[in-house]
């Protein structure tokens, strides 16, 4: 049996994992425990082979007056975590790092893209792999994940608010683009592999397709009985102001892994496609 302590209380990727797997009560058990007051400091970590660390910030404003608060969660408290685990005896240590370590002005990152975040948060997140890496050895197993945006059913962040836009407003620009994204149920079992398999170093997992946001946009309005109109009347604006207006970079410009990338056991750990992960979401919105 896998023994896991996940780091970092109520967040959306802890608790879905940890229903995911307790699926299978006989090969895995699962506890967790808060990183907002010291209690963690006083948990004995020597009885789990997995630290799974998903203490920090995100989906808030990255305002320059927090930006220190952004370094001591993102990068400071993964470190000391990543430490006891290693001096108490803990097997593997798994860190949800992101693929904001790249830029999002990159069209298509590859195995020899630099990282090259555009600003704290991502900056944190870089650090703290950085660190972390050094931390691995025989019998101590380092993992990053770095995932692209990830979505579900009540799942904060920018793929709600682009499923609440499709199904409330009659237009939507018909525009090509491509996004990683991975499916929450497609990166809770990547993370059980990784657990199962005992792996060490940097991950970068995603949905086996791209995602094209207007076509995106189509999906999500037909499940839900809605027909917006595509159009292509704001495609030339969309195209020159891109790369100078980060909204319209977020939403239309393209963000990819190569799949080369991501191509872990075959894909296998992608158990839920595009189509059905949307129609998954709207259930879960009932």
């Known amino acids: 049996m896998k023994r896991i302590l996940i780091t970092g209380e109520n967040s959306y990727i802890g608790t879905s994992f940890e229903k995911w797997v307790m699926r299978f009560p006989d090969e895995y058990s699962v506890d967790t425990v808060s990183t907002l007051t010291d209690d963690w400091r006083e948990c004995d970590f020597s009885k789990y082979d997995v630290v799974f660390n998903v203490a920090g910030i995100a989906h808030v404003d990255a305002k320059a007056s927090i930006e220190g608060l952004y370094y001591k969660v993102n990068r400071d408290l993964c470190i000391e975590i990543a430490q006891k685990s290693k001096s108490e005896g803990v097997g593997q240590f798994v860190f949800m790092s992101s693929m904001i370590v790249f830029s999002n002005l990159t069209p298509l990152i590859t195995n020899e893209t630099e990282p090259n975040p555009r600003n704290f948060y991502g900056n944190s997140k870089l650090q703290a792999d ?14 990053s994940i770095r995932p692209p945006m990830v979505y579900g059913p009540n799942c904060k962040g ?11 407003f009659p237009i939507f620009p018909d525009y090509t683009n491509q996004r990683s994204m991975i499916y929450i149920d497609n990166l809770c079992e990547f993370i059980k592999l990784i657990i199962d398999n005992n792996e060490h170093g940097i991950f970068y997992p995603q949905n086996r397709e791209y995602v094209n946001v207007s076509e995106a946009v189509r999906l999500i309005a037909a499940i839900n009985q809605k027909k917006p109109i595509m159009t292509k009347m704001f495609n030339k604006i969309i195209r020159l102001l891109l790369h100078r207006v980060n909204i319209l970079n977020k939403v239309f410009g393209s963000y990819v892994y190569d799949k080369s990338m991501s191509n872990y056991h075959n894909f296998d750990y992608c158990v839920v496609d595009f189509k059905e992960s949307i129609e998954r979401i709207k259930e879960g919105k009932k």
């Not at 890496?133 to 380092?142: A, C, G, I, P």
């Not at 920018?158 to 409330?168: G, I, K, M, P, V």
């Open 130 to 143: 950085n660190e972390i890496q050094k931390l691995n050895s025989d019998t101590f197993k380092v993992v």
């Open 158 to 168: 920018n793929f709600q608010r682009l499923y609440d836009f499709a199904t409330s």
